[in-house]
Structures are given as C-alpha cells and as structure tokens.
C-alpha cells in the first residue's frame, strides 16, 4: 500500500521531529503550485544534524512505500531538498534557511498543523 500525501506528510514531519529538526513547518501547496501538494521545511543546527535528518526521512518514506524521486545538496548539507512526489522536504543549515526564508516565497500557502 502507498501512502496518501497527507499520510507521507505526517511521516515526514515526524521524522524530521524525532531528529530534533527546529522549528519544522509544513505548508498546504494544494491550489497554489503543481509542484507539489505540500512543502515541509525545516532547519539543522550543524552538517551532522542535517544529514541525519535528511537519513530519517528517505527512511520513513521508504517503509511508507514511496518512491524518492530526487535528493539533492546532500554532499553540503546546506540545503537538502528531497523529492518525494507529493511532498518535497527542505532540510537547511540554520545559516542558509535564513538567508532563503522560502516560507516568504510561499507566504500565500497554509501552514498545516500536524499531530
């Protein structure tokens, strides 16, 4: 069985939290982008943390069932962008996600409440 995207969001946001992700958003692109269906950001504190998160997450999405289309940045686990079809994930250093602030980009998309 493969997961439905809010399924796959739930997974992923709770990937990201059991890695200590800070401060993890999840935005609802449904309408506004045919991208994808959401987009979850979140940041790590060091190049370590990112990577673990990013590993957390390609795991999880794996026993889910879903494909990974994508994963790139990892070699500077600066900013991770994994590509999981109805969500993409953003994983950035703290630097790089403030210097980004893509959540400004998308400031039109709902911020989706998880758990």
Known sequence: ?????????????????????????????????????????????????????????????DALGVTIKGVEGVDTARWVLIDLGDVVVHVFHRDEREYYNIERLWSDAKVVEIG
């Not at 939290?17 to 994808?36: F, H, P, R, T, W």
């Not at 943390?49 to 999880?60: D, G, L, P, R, Y």
């Open 1 to 61: 069985m493969v997961a439905t995207s809010e399924q796959l969001l739930e997974a992923v946001v709770n990937a990201a939290e059991d890695k200590k992700a800070m401060n993890v958003v999840a935005l609802n692109l449904q309408g506004i982008s045919l991208v994808a269906d959401y987009f979850v950001i979140c940041h790590g504190n060091s190049d370590t943390q990112v990577n673990a998160i990013t590993t957390e997450i390609k795991k999880q999405a």
